[in-house]
C-alpha cells in the first residue's frame, strides 16, 4: 500500500472553491477502526453545511476537514481488536473522510457489502437510510395511518416513503414535477408537486409528517396534522410552542445507529426496497458535487467516483 493517498479537504471554512485534492499521508488506525480504499462515496448536504462552517458552533471539525460520511469500497486494513472485518472485503456504511481514495470508519460503523448491491448503489445507502429509519420510527409510524414526507424524492426521502409504506401506511410525498413519479414508484399513494401550493388540500389531517426539507416547508407542516399527530423534522430546529398551539408532539430527529444497516441491507438485497444514484461525479470534481447538493433539489443520491 502507498504511503500517501489523494483526499479532498479544506483548510478553512468557506465556499466550494476551498476544497482541494491534495497528497497527504495515510492515517494510523485505532484497534475499532478499519481503513477503507474508497469505490464510491455519498454527497450528503451535511458535507457542505460542515464546510461553510453553519455547524461549527456545534459540530465544529478538525481542520484541515475531508468531508464524506457515505461511502463504498474494500477493508485494505484493520486495527488491532477488529474482528468482525476482514482485509479484502467488500464493504459500506458510514465512515469519516469518504472524499478520499482511503476512508477511515470504526468497525462496526461498516457492513460487508450483500453481492447483488453495487458498490455505486452501496454508497448511496447509509446516511439516508439509516436517518429515515429514525424518523420513520420516532413518527410513530403504524398500519393505516397517513404520513406525508416532505422531500421525499432525496436521499432521505427516498427510504423515508419506502419504510412508512412497509409499515402499511399511506403515504403522501412531495417532489417537484420531475420526481413525482419516482415518489410514486417508491410506494407513495400520492405525489404532490411542493411548487404547485396543492399539499395543504392534498394532505389534510395526516397522522405524521416526516419533514426533509425545513424552513417554510417545516412551519407549514404543523397545520398539515390532526390533532394528537406527530410531526418529525431531521432538516430544520421544531418549536414546542407551535406543537403544542397544535395539540401535536414535535420532534427533532437524527441518524439512527449503524447496528440497522444489515436488516437494511437484507431489503436491498431482497428488492425490499430500493435506493437511487444521483449524478455521479470523479473525486476531483467534489466542488461541482457540494454545489449541486447545495440547490437542495434532485433525486437520489449524488456520488464521488474514486476508483
Ligand atoms: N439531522 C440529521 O441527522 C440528518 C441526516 C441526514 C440528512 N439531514 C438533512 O435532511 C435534509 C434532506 O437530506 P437529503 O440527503 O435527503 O437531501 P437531498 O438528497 O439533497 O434531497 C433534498 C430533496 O428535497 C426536495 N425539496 C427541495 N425543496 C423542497 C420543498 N420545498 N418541498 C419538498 N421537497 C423539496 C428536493 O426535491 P426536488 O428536486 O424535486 O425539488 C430533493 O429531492 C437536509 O437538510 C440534510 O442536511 C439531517
Same mark, same amino acid.
Request: net charge neutral; no cysteine; charged share 25%.
Given at each position: 500500500?502507498?504511503? =500517501?493517498?489523494?483526499? #479532498?479537504?479544506?483548510?478553512?471554512?468557506?465556499? =466550494?472553491?476551498?476544497? %482541494?485534492?491534495?497528497? !497527504?499521508?495515510?492515517?494510523?488506525?485505532?484497534?475499532?477502526?478499519?481503513?477503507?480504499?474508497?469505490?464510491?462515496?455519498?454527497?450528503?448536504?451535511?458535507?457542505?453545511? !460542515?464546510?461553510?462552517?453553519?455547524? *461549527?458552533?456545534?459540530?465544529?471539525?478538525?481542520?484541515?476537514?475531508?468531508?464524506?460520511?457515505?461511502? =463504498?469500497?474494500? $477493508?485494505?486494513?484493520?486495527? =488491532?481488536?477488529?474482528?468482525?472485518?476482514?482485509?479484502? &472485503?467488500?464493504?459500506?456504511?458510514?465512515?469519516?473522510?469518504?472524499?478520499?481514495?482511503?476512508?477511515?470508519?470504526?468497525?462496526?460503523?461498516?457492513?460487508?457489502?450483500?453481492?447483488?448491491?453495487?458498490?455505486?448503489?452501496?454508497?448511496?445507502?447509509?446516511?439516508?437510510?439509516?436517518? %429515515?429509519?429514525?424518523?420513520?420510527?420516532?413518527?410513530?409510524?403504524?398500519?393505516?395511518?397517513?404520513?406525508?414526507? &416532505?422531500?421525499?424524492?432525496?436521499?432521505?426521502?427516498?427510504?423515508?416513503? &419506502?419504510?412508512?409504506?412497509?409499515?402499511?401506511?399511506? #403515504?403522501?410525498?412531495?417532489?417537484?414535477?420531475?420526481?413525482?413519479?419516482? /415518489? *410514486?414508484?417508491?410506494?407513495?399513494?400520492?405525489? $404532490?408537486?411542493?411548487?404547485?401550493?396543492?399539499?395543504?388540500?392534498?394532505?389534510?389531517?395526516?397522522?405524521?409528517?416526516?419533514?426533509? /426539507?425545513?424552513?417554510?416547508?417545516?412551519?407549514?407542516?404543523?397545520?398539515?396534522? *390532526?390533532?394528537?399527530? @406527530?410531526?418529525?423534522?431531521?432538516?430544520?430546529?421544531?418549536?414546542?410552542?407551535?406543537?403544542?398551539?397544535?395539540?401535536? @408532539?414535535? !420532534?427533532?430527529?437524527?441518524?439512527?445507529?449503524? #447496528?440497522?444497516?444489515? %436488516?437494511?441491507?437484507?431489503?436491498?438485497?431482497?428488492?425490499?426496497?430500493?435506493?437511487? /444514484?444521483? *449524478? !455521479?461525479?470523479?473525486?476531483?470534481?467534489?466542488?461541482?458535487?457540494?454545489?449541486?447538493? &447545495?440547490?437542495?433539489?434532485?433525486?437520489?443520491?449524488?456520488?464521488?467516483? $474514486?476508483?
Amino acid at each position: 500500500m502507498a504511503e =500517501s493517498y489523494k483526499a #479532498v479537504r479544506f483548510h478553512e471554512y468557506g465556499g =466550494s472553491d476551498k476544497l %482541494a485534492l491534495e497528497s !497527504i499521508p495515510l492515517p494510523e488506525l485505532k484497534s475499532d477502526e478499519v481503513l477503507i480504499e474508497v469505490h464510491f462515496a455519498g454527497v450528503n448536504p451535511v458535507d457542505w453545511k !460542515i464546510r461553510a462552517g453553519y455547524l *461549527k458552533d456545534f459540530m465544529p471539525v478538525p481542520l484541515p476537514f475531508i468531508p464524506g460520511i457515505d461511502v =463504498s469500497g474494500i $477493508v485494505a486494513n484493520v486495527g =488491532s481488536g477488529v474482528t468482525n472485518l476482514t482485509k479484502g &472485503q467488500a464493504v459500506f456504511g458510514i465512515a469519516s473522510g469518504g472524499y478520499a481514495e482511503y476512508a477511515v470508519a470504526k468497525s462496526d460503523d461498516v457492513i460487508p457489502k450483500p453481492e447483488g448491491l453495487s458498490f455505486e448503489l452501496a454508497a448511496t445507502v447509509a446516511l439516508g437510510s439509516l436517518t %429515515a429509519w429514525k424518523a420513520v420510527e420516532d413518527a410513530g409510524v403504524k398500519k393505516g395511518q397517513t404520513v406525508v414526507v &416532505q422531500g421525499a424524492a432525496g436521499g432521505v426521502g427516498m427510504f423515508a416513503v &419506502q419504510f412508512a409504506h412497509r409499515k402499511g401506511a399511506t #403515504v403522501i410525498g412531495t417532489a417537484s414535477a420531475d420526481n413525482l413519479a419516482f /415518489v *410514486k414508484s417508491l410506494g407513495a399513494e400520492k405525489a $404532490v408537486d411542493y411548487r404547485k401550493g396543492s399539499l395543504e388540500a392534498e394532505a389534510r389531517d395526516a397522522d405524521a409528517v416526516i419533514d426533509l /426539507v425545513g424552513g417554510d416547508a417545516l412551519e407549514k407542516a404543523y397545520g398539515l396534522l *390532526k390533532k394528537g399527530g @406527530t410531526l418529525v423534522s431531521v432538516a430544520g430546529q421544531v418549536s414546542e410552542a407551535k406543537a403544542k398551539e397544535f395539540g401535536i @408532539t414535535a !420532534i427533532g430527529s437524527m441518524r439512527g445507529p449503524t #447496528v440497522h444497516l444489515k %436488516a437494511i441491507a437484507e431489503l436491498l438485497e431482497k428488492k425490499g426496497i430500493r435506493s437511487e /444514484v444521483g *449524478k !455521479i461525479f470523479p473525486l476531483s470534481e467534489a466542488a461541482a458535487a457540494q454545489d449541486l447538493s &447545495q440547490t437542495g433539489h434532485g433525486r437520489g443520491r449524488i456520488l464521488l467516483k $474514486v476508483k
